[in-house]
Nanobody, 121 residues
Framework: VQLQASGGGLVQAGGSLRLSCAASGSRLYTYRMGWFRQAPGKEREFVAAITWSGMTTWYSDSVKSRATISRGDARSTVFLKMNSLKLEDTAIYYC???????????????WGQGTLVTVSS
């Protein structure tokens, strides 16, 4: 499975952004997809995940009131929309895929290359 993330950039605090992750490979239907992030000097943390069907989603407490994860019509693309961005949302955001990926089992089998999101004041 190959994952290609895009959509990062510089955003003002209070603004919004949408990240995209395009997956390719075989048996994509077996994988949940999601996002992690790593802020400077911190460990990588789980952000959100979604099942193949799109019917179930998970979010970290730090973003759940401000984020929406969704799948595109082709289902091989996943989006993360974040609103009301805060300075502490600044991080490299990684797309990930995992058979049992969720907020409880925040382990990915595959990783994308990461896209930088910088929130400015």
């Amino acid at each position: 499975v190959q994952l290609q993330a895009s959509g990062g950039g510089l955003v003002q605090a209070g603004g919004s952004l949408r990240l995209s992750c395009a997956a390719s490979g075989s048996r994509l239907y077996t994988y949940r997809m999601g996002w992690f992030r790593q802020a400077p000097g911190k460990e990588r943390e789980f952000v959100a995940a979604i099942t193949w069907s799109g019917m179930t989603t998970w979010y970290s407490d730090s973003v759940k009131s401000r984020a929406t994860i969704s799948r595109g019509d082709a289902r091989s693309t996943v989006f993360l929309k974040m609103n009301s961005l805060k300075l502490e949302d600044t991080a490299i955001y990684y797309c990930a895929a995992g058979i049992e990926l969720s907020s409880i089992n925040a382990k990915a089998d595959y990783w994308g290359q990461g896209t930088l999101v910088t929130v400015s004041s």
